[in-house]
């Protein structure tokens, strides 16, 4: 967004113009939106309050609120979930800081941290962001800086940072070219009192130094982040799984299963993404009662169902070697339907397979597909839920 456009938008002309329009008009097509707003209102103005409409009916789809914020197309790609956003708010109150967002964009962060009573203070390289952050922010300081060379005494606070993972082309994964450079977004937070990076929750381990903690988030079925945490608070080397909106977590501290395999039992377990990402599957095994199929797959197994809400859980019907025609042949001869097919250390993807299965009819079945001792295998089973409880999709 321009200057020029945010400026309107957070002046008082402005502002009265967006609050006297429908919220309702932002699920218009844009030539209908268009239309209607040049009726009222000049070229530009329409345009630039059709944009928030827009983006504010997003903002209601994809976060449950538009909190009343003004937004960009990118801000609102990238603003924290504000169930995520309460947690690490939460998390922050705890450690008694003043609270200052390097890289505040929207405000999505501080807003959470200011609902927690935090004294906050944010800051954004671009003007059009930062004046936007501070006209969602009231009462809240927001500044034009770089998070590089933060303008807060960040030395007695807990800094928030969350590098740009865009270029002016695409998304990048490659952590050099975040902006900050992602070794810069660490030396800044190691200079603070205590602090979190966010990051993408694929990003390499040889990229986590050993002296964070890192937490791999988890919104219902959709893991959010990788969050390092160092400073006051911070346990060096520990990771974290934490699954939301329930508030459940498991790190590496819990006790663990044995690593050693068992053979399929009546019940396997398919831990959540978060579970998988921290590396806590031996600790959710703990939890249930369970053990590895292989040393190398994430799935657990044992006797009796655990329904947990960091697994799936399946009843185990069959197990078989993998081949197609003999999966085929097998499924038509029960008169099952794999409803569900899942992989793990397995190289023909579920919509492959699928296809390569060809039409089937008949009693909707689950398909894990794995590898067991250097085994291609595919276990039959049906999903298991607690009694009174329809299986749910949790994973």
């Given amino acids: 967004m321009d200057l020029e456009r945010a400026r309107y938008l957070t002046s008082s002309d402005g502002r009265r113009a967006l609050a006297s329009l429908d919220p309702a008009l932002g699920s218009l097509d844009v030539m209908a939106l268009a239309s209607e707003l040049r009726r009222r209102f000049t070229s530009g103005t329409a345009a630039a309050l059709g944009e928030q409409l827009a983006l504010r009916a997003r903002a209601r789809e994809r976060l449950g609120d538009d909190a009343g914020f003004l937004y960009t197309g990118p801000g609102l790609e990238m603003i924290t979930h504000p169930v995520v956003a309460e947690r690490r708010a939460s998390r922050l109150a705890r450690l008694g800081l003043p609270v200052a967002d390097l890289t505040v964009g929207l405000g999505g962060d501080l807003r959470a941290c200011r609902a927690a009573g ?12 930062a004046l936007l952050a501070s006209a969602n922010l009231p009462g809240v300081p927001v500044v034009r800086a770089d998070a590089a060379h933060p303008p807060f005494r960040i030395g007695e606070m807990a800094v928030i940072l969350d590098p740009s993972r865009r270029t002016d082309r695409a998304r990048t994964f490659d952590p050099d070219a975040f902006s900050p450079p ?8 190691q200079q603070a009192r205590a602090g979190v990076l966010k990051t993408a929750p694929g990003i390499s381990d040889v990229h986590l130094p050993p ?5 791999f988030v988890q919104l219902g079925r959709t893991l959010r982040e ?28 819990a006790p663990a299963a044995s690593p050693a ?21 031996l600790q959710l ?11 190398h797959v994430a799935y657990l197994t044992g006797p009796e169902p655990a329904h947990h809400p960091m697994c799936a859980t399946f009843e185990v019907l069959d197990v078989l070697p ?8 097998y499924l038509r001869g029960r008169g099952f339907a794999a409803q569900e097919i899942r992989r793990r250390a397995f190289p023909v993807e579920p919509d492959e397979l699928r296809k390569l299965l060809g039409r089937q009819e008949g009693t909707p079945v689950a398909l894990l597909c794995t590898t067991i001792s250097g085994k291609r295998t595919v276990i ?6 607690p009694p009174g409880n329809e299986p749910a999709e949790i994973a």
């Fill in 182 to 189: 992602w070794e810069v977004a660490l030396a800044v937070l």
């Fill in 285 to 295: 095994g703990h939890l249930l009662g369970a053990s590895l199929l292989d040393r």
């Fill in 118 to 129: 935090l004294a906050c203070a944010g800051a954004d390289t671009d003007a059009a962001t």
């Fill in 261 to 281: 395999p068992e053979a399929p039992g009546a019940f396997v377990f398919d831990p959540v993404p978060c579970v998988t990402r921290a590396t806590a599957v």
């Fill in 380 to 385: 039959v089973a049906r999903r298991s839920a």
């Fill in 211 to 215: 002296e964070a903690e890192v937490e």
């Fill in 322 to 329: 993998f081949s197609v025609g003999r999966l085929r042949t």
């Fill in 226 to 253: 990788a969050a390092l945490w160092m400073g006051a608070g911070a346990v060096p080397g520990l990771r974290r799984a934490v699954l939301l909106p329930q508030g459940l977590e498991l790190d590496s501290t």
